[in-house]
């Protein structure tokens, strides 16, 4: 009787766990680099052209965000400041700092100061500062604790996935709209209760007064 | 499991029907491909012959293997933050500001809104606020933010040819400026429009040089001098005629600035309380108020004389009016041409509603025939009442341009300033004004200045070339048709260091050229004379028009009868044709005008509202003389006339009239502009002569055996629905008799229907699919109302500038591959096959954004889903491009990015020429005009009409940023709309939350004229189009065909019914 299988096939077993083998290591790595802090940029702390200390001006001089994002809670995009905002205290103020040499040089020139931008959602994401601050969520919620930064960092991952999280339960964000800007703030914690629980419960409350509802299945919520 | 399947009966053999296209009454097989198919066989394939999809796959392979070499691609690339370093007034970062404006034309400004983003204008629309327009924007308002950053436009200074800085044209322009003496060597060739500032300036130059020569130049304006008087311009009240007769008067088209629309439209209203007027219109083509007419008479352009007199003669009958008598005197005899009862029906409705009737000539025909207008006009009662007075700078020149061109050859002129305009392509062709102005800077030493938008044919023979500004560039002035004094303000600082007209003209006069607006407020001082001129002034730029009693020209002056023209009008009109002789008609083109707009590419790809004819013009015939001569569509043909002649190729219209071939002006450019400058269309102005500026009676037409691909869209997107189920209109008798006449129709008839006091309001939906929850507080949707819409297209070029439309170029429009969101699809309407006097009829399409969306259920990757507040969404980014959606879409409203449209350089000698090896990129200019709010898409992705989500989300935020810390977040009714249906001139369109019952969307919704398309389908869309509505005069011959729609074909026909039968499962 003549060999139903040629002679090829003595090696099948061999290429399937090699074809395995391949696909796992694939899959794993594809996991290990995209499941990281490298690929979501988390610590990701560029060279400023100024090394702008966000905690010096918050916590020791006691400013508000909006001084500087000043048009946060109207527009979509947070600006960064001009460099007349920085002038306006500066010109008294450290100086002679030789750290805010490039700040006077594009006060002197009229030239911008060239920041590198570190949070950046892609282009076909329209994220919308002011529907989020004006709706109880905290700039701490999605760029951590800036305000203790001697230069800023990108400490959340920013993605899809981890905006969703938040859309899917903002019980875990809201909080009075009033202290949105104070990164400090704890929501009320009763006896026997951790800070988590308590902020579950009072974002609860918020979500169902101020009627909170964010896209998490519409597309065009963010896409358009 | 059974599966319901319909079965579309076969149109009627009998009644009324609805076709695109010749083609589709014979049922063509190129017919049959658009129905059936999405795009025509083959379409898929790369286009150009020598790249197929399999050596596309090796070239890919072979670059993909260069591409590999480096991975530079994979990192993140460092942005930056550029804040400014000193704050910018108004600025914030991100948000639209907007600013009022407006836009001169020789028919009257525009006044307009801009919206601009960080500095750049990138939408241009309506004023809401002026009284005239309303917030109506025609296309050429729309294109014209294009225009704007157009990259060829005209960059730098030339001095015969040669590149120059600005100063040295200042110091040859102080040079020359020196030997004008009393301006006796020295000429201006300028365009007509109003504009006080440079009336102001002109006045100041004529001072200064009382010689100088003054001509006011436009190859389509009005051939008549006007017949109220030197000075005297008259405005239609549409909103006061019950009864309108158009003698070749497009004024929903191209005769008008586009102002009226909605005045008119406003009376179009079957619900409206005043009654809807009627409209009588005779005319050569179809135009859009011929589209719009409810009776419509074909007759040749040298004939409407001769019907005005036979009109005339039953007024004159009934009214006995001595002036309409004078004008009459000595007419040709009646020659029977026209249908008797139509004329004396006509007439007869005129002189019953004396006073409240209007008889409008076109602006092209000649004097007599507007004589006889007036006289009519007069006779009715009407001056004053529905057509009244208004004083008009009046006649700006002092000769006219052959004068000119006599002079230049004299010698007599030294130095010819030609501000705007193009003569070299568009002077009557007998003055040959190229070789006259080639030989007036050679021979002669002439020095001729140019103050042009474009290097064009005119450029090519100047001394000097200046670039010139854009509106939106520029400060200045001009006057809306009703006499309005309205702003122009800049946006942005020139793009290319232009001039404007004022600069150019305000050196000559011997002042500083403007850093500012001095030279407006100046005249502002001096026409509005404001008590507090700082608060005035603001409010001027605020508002974009001055109050109406200062200085607005608006106050009507009394319409006279010039008894000097009125004898012996009826005399001169224009001779019948001889047999067998044809006559051409030049006529303005819809899109390109005179052909100022020919390198405006959304302009060029938007096809023709009338003939739907992109990327091209062509010698529009009827069907029968198209027959007679044995020519089809794209056929060359030679028409010539005492010694000149063009070729061009036709194009078969239905309703032209015999013997009659309409040519558009515009096309056949040659200067250096990509778009237009070369390949596009014909060039019709050899045949514009001195004698013969519009009207050409006896041209001869010679077939030649060669053709040219025409590029059409009428067949594209025809639905397999029949167009009496698609569109529906009636009358106003039966719509009074039965207003829900057009709820049920064909096959809709048979499905399941809800019912609400005995009536039938929505059918019942029995889906497979589960449905989203439709569980926002507000839920959108639109109505577009057929008996307003006038089929202008208007909404298409909005949609294109909102939504970062691209064009795709000639060829691959004829694949189909349009990028369109919105398209205004034309039908004709008539009854035994009747191509030669159908009724015309359009219908917007977009997508329906349907409950039950048939497209997202065959999305493999769930790219296309639905929102909470019944939006039919596109994720871009998860399309992987199967294009089933498309193929599963009902109403053929999804466009595919076969390329990277926006992406494609576009190349001299064709648009989006491909290759591998070809340099990628938009122009800079180009993609500042793109809406930051909206995704420019890539290749291979799905796209189509997303109801401008980027509004409805920006009106949500801005109601929760007011909200803040309570629940109303609510979205207030009408807080804003979309694009198409701001720009919408007569409001046809309706955008809103329909669960609002405050919102306009939803008052129209209740109309009972409403109806949903394909109903029976169960697809449950979110856009309802209220029937058309026809006000027919009971009395006139074709009365019973107007708005009469083909009965449902209840019984008759193929079989509908639903069929089971078995699948697979059970098997």
């Given amino acids: 009787m003549a060999n139903i299988f040629p002679r090829g096939s003595n090696f099948l077993p061999l290429k399937i766990v090699l074809c395995l083998l391949v696909m796992g290591g694939s899959i794993t790595a594809g996991f290990v680099y995209f499941f990281t802090n490298k690929y979501t940029h988390v610590g990701y702390q560029p060279t400023q052209p100024v090394p702008f200390p966000h905690d010096v001006h918050v916590k020791q001089v006691g400013m508000d965000c909006r001084y500087c994002h000043s048009f946060v809670e109207v527009a979509a995009h947070s600006n960064v400041p001009t460099t007349q905002v920085c002038m306006n205290c500066h010109l008294q103020i450290q100086k002679d700092n030789p750290k805010l040499e490039a700040v006077r040089d594009s006060w002197r020139t009229g030239k911008p100061i060239q920041w590198v931008q570190i949070h950046k959602t892609p282009d076909y994401a329209y994220f919308n500062h002011s529907a989020h601050v004006n709706r109880g969520v905290s700039c701490v919620s999605c760029h951590g604790k800036i305000h203790e930064m001697p230069e800023v960092y990108h400490a959340k991952p920013l993605t899809m996935a981890w905006c969703l999280e938040c859309h899917r339960n903002p019980e875990e964000a809201l909080r009075p709209v009033k202290e949105v800007t104070n990164l400090d703030w704890q929501p009320p914690v009763k006896d026997g209760q951790s800070v988590a629980e308590a902020q579950r419960e009072l974002g609860s409350k918020l979500k169902k007064d101020w009627g909170i509802n964010p896209p998490d299945k519409n597309c065009a919520g963010c896409h358009r | 499991m059974s599966k319901r399947v319909f079965f579309h009966p076969p149109e009627t053999e009998h009644g009324k029907k609805y076709w695109r296209s010749v083609g589709q009454l014979s049922d063509s097989p190129e017919f049959r491909s658009w129905l059936e198919r999405e795009f025509p066989q083959g379409a898929a394939e790369l286009e150009g012959s020598d790249v197929s999809r399999r050596n596309f796959l090796q070239l890919m392979g072979a670059s993909m293997a260069l591409a590999g070499l480096s991975f530079s691609g994979c990192r993140r690339p460092e942005k930056h933050l550029v804040p400014f370093s000193r704050g910018v007034e108004w600025a914030i970062p991100g948000k639209a500001l907007f600013f009022a404006t407006s836009m001169p034309s020789s028919k009257g400004g525009l006044p307009l809104v801009v919206a601009t983003h960080d500095g750049r204008p990138t939408k241009v629309d309506g004023n809401v606020m002026h009284p005239l327009s309303k917030g109506s924007s025609p296309v050429l308002a729309q294109s014209s933010i294009l225009d704007l950053y157009d990259p060829d436009r005209a960059r730098f200074f030339r001095n015969s040819g040669k590149q120059v800085e600005s100063s040295e044209f200042e110091s040859a322009l102080g040079e020359l400026a020196k030997g004008f003496g009393d301006g006796s060597g020295l000429a201006f060739l300028v365009e007509p429009y109003e504009s006080p500032t440079r009336e102001r300036l002109v006045a100041e130059i004529k001072e200064k040089y009382p010689k100088a020569r003054w001509i006011s130049y436009d190859p389509i304006g009005p051939v008549s001098a006007p017949v109220y008087g030197e000075g005297v311009s008259a405005l239609p009240k549409f909103d006061k005629a019950k009864v309108i007769l158009s003698l070749d008067h497009d004024f929903l088209g191209t005769d008008c600035a586009g102002d009226f629309a909605r005045q008119f439209a406003a009376q179009r209203k079957p619900d409206a309380k005043s009654g809807m007027n009627r409209l009588y219109v005779a005319e050569n083509r179809f135009t859009l108020t011929g589209g719009m007419a409810d009776h419509r008479i074909r007759v040749q352009a040298s004939q409407i004389g001769a019907f005005a007199i036979a009109i005339a003669r039953e007024v004159l009958a009934a009214t006995k009016d001595a002036n309409l008598a004078v004008a009459l005197e000595g007419a040709p005899a009646a020659s029977g041409a026209f249908q008797a009862d139509w004329v004396r029906e006509a007439a007869a409705d005129l002189v019953a509603t004396k006073g409240k009737s209007l008889v409008l000539v076109g602006p092209r025909q000649p004097q007599q025939v507007q004589v006889i207008g007036a006289a009519l006009n007069a006779a009715l009662g009407n001056l004053g009442k529905t057509l009244v007075g208004r004083r008009s700078p ?164 009394e319409l006279s009868l010039n008894a000097a023209l009125l004898a012996g009008a009826g005399k001169g009109v224009p001779a019948p044709l001889a047999q067998d002789a044809f006559e051409v008609v030049l006529v303005e083109d819809a899109k390109v005008q005179d052909g100022r707009h020919a390198n405006n590419g959304w302009l060029q790809e938007l096809p023709d509202p009338v003939t739907k004819l992109a990327w091209d013009n062509a010698a529009l015939i009827s069907p029968s003389s198209a027959k007679q001569l044995g020519l089809e569509n794209g056929d060359l043909i030679e028409v010539s006339f005492q010694k000149r002649s063009i070729q061009i190729p036709v194009f078969v219209v239905p309703g032209h009239a015999d013997r009659s071939l309409t040519i558009p002006l515009g096309y056949g450019r040659s200067f250096g ?49 029949r167009g009496a189920d698609l569109l529906r209109e009636g009358t106003i008798s039966q719509y009074k008799e039965q207003p829900d006449f057009a709820k049920a129709m064909g096959l809709d008839a048979h499905a399941e229907w809800a019912e609400k006091n005995g009536k039938k309001t929505e059918v019942i939906n029995r889906s497979l699919y589960s449905h989203p929850p439709l569980n926002d507080v507000h839920q959108w949707g639109m109505t577009i109302d057929l008996s307003t819409c006038t089929g202008c297209s208007s909404c298409m070029v909005a949609c294109q500038a909102e939504n970062n439309i691209p064009i795709v170029g000639k060829e691959q429009v004829g694949f189909g591959r349009e990028m369109h969101w919105i398209r205004t699809d034309r039908y004709f309407a008539s009854e035994n096959d009747d191509v030669l006097e159908p009724e015309m009829i359009y219908q917007p399409m977009l997508c329906q ?80 005009q793109k809406n930051p709010n909206v995704t420019v898409r890539m290749r291979g992705v799905m796209e189509k009409c997303t109801f401008c989500v980027q509004r409805i989300q920006e009106a949500k935020v801005s109601a929760k940023v007011l909200a803040k810390d309570s629940n109303h977040f609510r979205i207030p009714a009408d807080k804003f709309t979309t694009a198409c249906a701001q720009a919408c001139p007569t409001e046809a369109i309706t955008f809103g939350d329909i669960s609002n019952p405050e919102s306009s969307v939803s008052k129209v919704r209740a109309s009972e004229r409403g109806y949903r398309l394909l109903e029976y389908l169960n697809v449950g869309s979110r856009v309802w189009y209220l029937a058309r509505i026809r006000n027919p005069n009971p009395k006139m011959p074709d009365a019973a065909k107007v708005g009469a729609h083909s009965k449902p074909s209840h019984h008759g026909g193929g079989h509908h019914e639903a069929k089971s039968h078995h699948t697979g499962g059970e098997a």
């Fill in chain 2, 849 to 928: 954004h349907c409950e039950s969306a048939p497209c997202e259920t065959v999305c493999p990757v769930n790219a296309t889903v639905h929102s909470e507040d019944g939006l039919n969404v596109m994720a871009y980014n998860r399309c992987i491009g199967t294009r089933y959606c498309a193929n599963n879409c009902p109403f053929k409203v999804r466009r595919f990015n076969f390329f990277d449209y926006n992406q494609r350089k576009i190349q001299d000698g064709g648009l989006y020429e491909w290759n591998l090896l070809s340099s990628k990129g938009t122009e800079e200019t180009v993609k500042m």
């Fill in chain 2, 394 to 557: 009046g006649a700006f020149g002092t000769v006219g341009i052959a004068a000119l061109a006599a002079e230049l050859a004299a010698g007599q002129v030294k130095a010819l300033f030609i501000l705007g305009g193009n003569p070299v392509y568009n002077a009557p062709a007998d003055l040959d004004w190229a070789s006259a102005q080639k030989a007036f800077c050679s021979d002669k030493g002439g020095v001729v200045v140019r103050l042009s938008h474009h290097e064009d044919e005119t450029s090519a023979l100047s001394t000097w070339q200046v670039p010139m500004a854009h509106p939106l560039e520029t400060w200045g002035d001009t006057r809306a048709m009703d006499g309005s004094y309205l702003s122009v303000q800049p946006m942005i600082l020139p793009l290319f260091g232009g001039w404007s007209e004022l600069d150019l003209l305000a050196k000559i006069a011997g002042h500083q050229k403007p850093e500012g607006p001095e030279l407006v407020q100046d005249t502002f001082k001096k026409v509005v004379k404001p008590q507090d001129f700082t608060v005035a002034w603001s409010k001027f730029l605020h508002d974009g028009f001055a109050p109406k009693s200062a200085g607005s020209q608006e106050a009507p002056v």
């Fill in chain 2, 673 to 721: 502009g990509r778009i237009g400058g070369r390949g596009v269309g014909f060039n019709a102005y050899p045949l514009l002569t001195r004698e013969t500026p519009y009207l050409i009676s006896g041209a001869s037409v010679r077939r030649l055996n060669r053709k040219h691909p025409l590029v059409v869209t009428q067949e594209h997107g025809a639905i397999e629905g």
